[in-house]
């Protein structure tokens, strides 16, 4: 939804006219990769790397490109339960989250980028200005009323 969003800010409305005359298919992430990884869809829009990947190191007839024009990105969060059974624990595994080590199997693992700058294996990084994704959205029921119609869903 958030990548969605971000392309009628960028394109308006009219880019998913364009699509839906092409005879577009709506799917999930983990369904979607599987449609061009069979060959069913030429392409996915939104698909997450962790998704497709797997599929072409299986020999997949697939490939991931990150959005680049417009950048943008799924930002994760770190935090501890303030009722935490061990939460110094936790903090060591914040504080390892944090470091090179932790990117560095990230990034191998696949689909990752790192704010450490450019490393082996990882995304390139989105420009300071990239836009984050407006999760309100999700529940924006004036908002999906406008815009879900665009792709032929019902809000």
């Not at 960028?10 to 061009?36: K, M, N, W």
């Not at 030429?42 to 024009?69: E, M, R, T, W």
């Not at 110094?88 to 090179?100: D, I, S």
């Not at 450019?118 to 309100?136: I, L, Q, S, T």
């Amino acid at each position: 939804m958030s990548t969605f969003a971000l392309l009628i800010d960028t394109y308006g409305t009219g880019y998913f006219d364009e699509l839906r005359a092409h005879g577009i298919d709506i799917a999930e992430s983990g369904p979607g990769a599987q449609l061009v990884a069979a060959g069913a869809n030429p392409v996915f829009i939104g698909a997450f790397p962790n998704l497709v990947l797997p599929l072409k190191q299986q020999g997949a007839p697939i490939d991931y490109l990150p959005i680049q024009d417009p950048a943008s990105a799924v930002s994760n969060y770190l935090a501890i339960s303030t009722e935490a059974a061990h939460p110094n624990a936790a903090r060591l595994f914040v504080a390892w989250r944090l470091t090179k080590q932790s990117h560095e199997i990230l990034c191998k693992a696949g689909g990752s980028a790192s704010p450490l700058g450019d490393m082996p294996g990882c995304e390139p990084a989105p420009p300071a200005d990239f836009k984050r994704p407006d999760y309100a959205l999700f529940n924006d029921k004036a908002w999906q009323a406008k815009n879900l119609p665009l792709l032929g869903l019902t809000p």
